[in-house]
């Protein structure tokens, strides 16, 4: 380790107008821009409830259960539906408007009618099947004629069932926070920046300054190591700025492991910087094409992690479920997310390990590129 | 010696850039190495430096052999590159002690070579700026710094007077030359044959990767069958005429275009008063006439048949 190299290279860094902006600049401006963005969400209710319609035909109108399990879920402060009794007419057209997320139809049995597959449909889907379960159960029971069956049906309609579908802490379901853990992922990520520079300057066949030090009597890897310090020390900072006024000044939750949560924040430091560095090692390619895959790829990313449109993660992990754990924005947001969430570390283990394995390939790959010390061409 | 090169071969996938080049640098000299664009020059320089793969060859400097690992052998060199290699981020000052600081850890030394070198280029005033604020010709002189702060024995300089003006371009010259007579021995590539003649006491002409002819530049011109070069103004002269001219003795070559005609003598006296003699006989108006010695040009053309630089 060169003190030398590594106190300059720090002096270089913080300089460094431009990548101190993106990488901490640019997410601090998304964070206050997804809370102005959310504010209203945030104070109102922490669920906003679905919009389901009824087709309200004669079945509907005998079936006195589902009645009473619909208006259970669909009254109060912490009501899973904004109901609307119509025709079928009329809650097909809402549905093609989108002011409802489906429908019910009831004939023999209740149908549920859909558009696409999201977080809402599939919460009113798994209140049908509960409800049909429910009922199923209830006729069992009934046939067997138990003493009290008012209470049995109580059971029908509790939407917490639905919402909080996490077990153990204390912790309340806020979406809002998922936007806020990819953000801090996607910062991370960013760090790329850094990597990148580390790599350009190190490598003489991407510029004359590296050629400089490659020419000077230093160890390259030794000096390459006292630099990329530099831009460790830096960003990892940079993301604890960043979770500090998440937490401080946008009261941003991240539940009660603060340990964890900054071992984590080091660790998304260290992949971001190695997949930087990793493309600029990899990618025969100029600048701009480096940092456009980097801004691009991390987007892509983040996009996946559900920063954009929140579905998208759910139906990842559903549809796609190897697209959420290659996806290392993904995986840091949901580590995050399963720390806030969860009681037990499982999840969060198995995301950490999957992010580590990746970070150790960044780094590998990046060390067996640049290891060598003369080049077939400058 | 301080550097000896032997048969060294480069090739980037199917350009050959150095065919079976060699030289030896002696202690002391400045050596130039002449040749146009992409004639290889570069290439060589950091093949030597040991930045760049070589297909063949053998490269020792200081008496040993060149690795990336030779410490030693790198400490007592300082170069300044063709491209200007500097922190955009650091000022003036910042980047010489920086750079300087890769070579000598000691920072009380390193503070008196900094200052030293910032005078040397004539930056003083400018020490706290940052490169963005430098002028190409004051650019180049921080590069330059920055490679020589350390006071290297070996100092080589690639092309480091490209696109500068000529004030900043006669302070580096002289620098080099100050260079030189405090003890470093010094390589310097050019494919100005001006700056060549100007300073080197040795001079390699290479092309399309090879040596074409090495020596001191009188040397080099007394290798070539031309030994003067005359030139006549005329506002007339006809193809006869011409053919007549070429015909006389110790005439090398005639051309006349653009109402100038361009003669080339062979070695030895009395070739001015030849030509005088024919313009008299044949009754030549003529204005403004000039002998001039051969240049390096002129050897490069006579050995590759085209000019250093177009
Ligand atoms: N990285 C490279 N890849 C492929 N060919 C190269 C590369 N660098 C140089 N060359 C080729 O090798 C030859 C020698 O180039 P080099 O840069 O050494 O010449 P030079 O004498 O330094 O020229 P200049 O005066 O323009 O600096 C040229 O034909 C050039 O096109
Ligand atoms: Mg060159």
């Known amino acids: 380790m060169s003190t030398h190299v590594f106190v300059n290279r720090l002096k270089c860094l913080l300089r460094d107008k431009e990548t101190i902006f993106w990488t901490m600049l640019f997410p601090l401006l998304l964070a206050i821009f997804f809370n102005v963005a959310f504010a209203n969400i945030n104070s109102g209710e922490a669920f906003q409830a679905i919009g389901l319609a009824v087709v309200n035909n004669s079945s509907f109108q005998n079936d006195q259960a589902l ?11 912490q009501k899973l539906f904004e109901l609307t009794l119509t025709s079928q007419d009329k809650a097909e057209q809402l549905l093609t408007e989108q002011k409802i997320s489906g429908y019910l139809l009831i004939d023999k049995e209740p149908v549920l009618v859909v558009r696409k597959a999201g977080i809402r449909e599939s919460i009113i889907k798994s209140f049908l099947d509960s409800y049909l379960q429910t009922m199923a159960s ?31 802490t204390t912790a309340e379901p806020n979406s809002i926070l998922l936007f806020f853990y990819t953000l801090i992922a996607m910062a991370c990520f960013y760090g790329g920046f850094w990597g990148m520079r580390e790599v350009t300057d190190i490598q003489a066949n991407l510029s004359p300054l590296a050629a400089r030090i490659n020419i000077s009597p230093q160890h390259k890897l ?46 998304g430091s260290l ?95 990046t060390y067996v590129i640049i290891r060598g010390r003369k080049y077939a061409s400058l | 010696m301080i550097v000896s090169v032997k048969n060294l071969v480069k090739r980037y996938d199917d350009i050959l850039a150095l065919d079976h080049l060699s030289l030896t640098v002696n202690d002391g000299e400045i050596f130039g190495l ?85 005078d040397f280029v004539g ?33 080589i300089l690639d092309e480091p007077t490209v696109a500068v003006d000529p004030q900043s371009r006669n302070k580096i010259l002289e620098g080099i030359l100050e260079l030189n007579k405090k003890g470093a021995t010094i390589i310097y590539t050019s494919h100005y044959m001006e700056e060549v003649e100007q300073i080197c006491s040795r001079i390699m002409i290479i092309d399309k990767g090879r ?32 053919n007549q001219l070429r015909r006389l003795p110790s005439i090398v070559s005639a051309d006349y275009k653009n109402k100038l005609l361009i003669i080339k003598s062979s070695k030895g006296s009395n070739n001015l008063e030849t030509v005088l003699e024919f313009f008299k006989t044949e009754n030549i108006q003529f204005g403004k006439i000039y002998s001039e010695l051969p240049t390096l040009n002129d050897v490069f053309l006579e050995i590759t048949g085209k000019q250093l630089r177009d």
């Open chain 2, 123 to 155: 930056l003083h005033e400018f020490s706290s700026y940052y490169p963005k604020k430098l002028s190409g010709g004051l650019l180049r002189r921080l590069n330059i710094a920055c490679g020589i702060a350390h006071k290297p024995k070996l100092i």
């Open chain 2, 34 to 118: 002449l040749g146009p664009n992409g004639s290889g020059k570069t290439t060589a320089i950091n093949c030597i430096l040991s930045l760049l793969k070589y297909d063949k060859g053998e490269i020792e400097i200081f008496g040993q052999s060149m690795r990336p690992e030779a410490y030693d052998v790198k400490r007592n060199i300082g170069v300044v590159m063709q491209n200007v290699a500097v922190y955009n981020e650091l000022t003036v000052q910042e980047n010489i002690d920086y750079f300087c600081g890769l070579y000598v850890p000691d920072k009380r030394l390193r503070k008196e070579l900094v200052t030293e070198a910032i």
């Open chain 1, 67 to 77: 009645q009473t399990a619909l208006t259970e879920a669909s009254t109060g402060k």
């Open chain 1, 271 to 365: 992949a971001g910087i190695s997949y930087g560095a990793f493309i600029s090692a990899l990618v025969k390619k100029s600048e701009n094409v480096k940092v456009a895959i980097l801004i691009g790829s991390t987007m892509f990313g983040s996009f996946f992690a559900g920063m954009m449109v929140q579905n998208i993660k759910y139906i990842v992990s559903q549809k796609f479920p190897l697209l959420a754990y290659i996806n290392p924005v993904n995986l840091l947001t949901d580590a995050f997310y399963s720390l806030y969430y969860y009681d037990t570390l499982s999840r969060y283990v198995l995301n950490i390990s999957l992010l580590g394995i990746m970070t150790i390939v960044f780094c590998l790959g």
């Open chain 2, 211 to 242: 040596a074409i002819a090495t020596g001191t530049k009188e040397e080099l011109k007394a290798m070539i069958t031309m030994g003067e070069k005359i030139t006549v103004e005329s506002q007339r002269i006809t193809e006869t005429q011409l």
């Open chain 1, 138 to 168: 209830v006729n069992t029971i009934l046939q067997s004629k138990p003493k009290n069956p008012a209470l049995l049906l109580n059971s029908v309609g509790q939407p917490q069932n639905y919402v909080t579908e996490v077990p153990g």
């Open chain 1, 222 to 267: 030794k000096t390459f190591l006292s630099s990329l310090s530099a831009s460790l020390l830096i960003h990892f900072t940079e993301m604890l700025i960043l979770l500090l006024f998440l937490r401080y000044v946008l009261q941003i939750e991240f539940g009660a492991k603060t340990g964890y949560v900054i071992l984590t924040t080091a660790l």
